[in-house]
């Protein structure tokens, strides 16, 4: 907890500085709940899930898991914000890069092609489960494997689900977006702030 945890109107379960940013950019203030992964693969895709049911899922455990977290520390009840974003082309996940090859292989296969961001946001509040998830579709240029190079030398591909961030570098490759931007960012305002109202919380 930090010092801003007397005036947050909820948590954000999730250390992502993108959604933290886009959380005080529409002026609601936050605490960030770092909860404990649990043990194993991160955020593995069970067998037979599709990607669209698999993000969605995510953004419900991490919601429910925070849930938990709250409760069992005796942390003061705040509704509780959780999402995720998965990169889907031809209906594949493709997550963070493990490496610099992983990085290449997987920008080389959005290189010139469509995919889609789905992000799943899940807020809990009381006694229910609100769910929503904002699907976009981005499209890149061709790029160069210099290019592609080039970006991985930055160091921004990694820890990023699809290998790229929108808001940074990679934005000068996207030749096309139909959707949410800050959905591609990780958190789609539109629907965040939907639920958010439902929960309750006034937002601006």
Not at 16 to 29: C, D, I, M, Y
Not at 35 to 47: F, W
């Amino acid at each position: 907890m930090t010092d801003t945890a007397t005036s947050a109107r909820l948590y954000l379960a999730s250390a992502s500085p993108r959604r933290r940013e886009l959380l005080t950019q529409v002026g609601l203030a936050h605490e960030v709940l770092l909860v404990p992964a649990p043990p194993g693969e991160d955020e593995p895709q069970h067998p037979g899930e599709s990607a669209a049911d698999y993000v969605q899922r995510t953004a419900r455990d991490k919601a429910l898991r925070g849930r938990d977290w709250m409760l069992s520390q005796d942390l003061p009840q705040l509704p509780l914000l959780a999402a995720d974003t998965t990169v889907i082309l031809a209906g594949a996940v493709l997550g963070k890069p493990a490496d610099r090859d992983d990085a290449m292989r997987i920008l080389r296969a959005l290189s010139g092609s469509a995919h889609e961001v789905h992000t799943a946001v899940a807020v809990w509040t009381g006694n229910q489960l609100l769910e929503a998830v904002s699907i976009t579709e981005v499209r890149m240029r061709a790029l160069t494997d210099e290019e592609l190079g080039r970006y991985c030398d930055s160091g921004e591909p990694y820890g990023k689900a699809g290998a790229y961030g929108i808001q940074g570098l990679a934005g000068t490759f996207v030749s096309h977006i139909a959707g949410s931007y800050t959905g591609v960012m990780g958190l789609p305002l539109f629907e965040t702030a939907n639920l958010l109202r439902a929960a309750g919380i006034q937002v601006p």
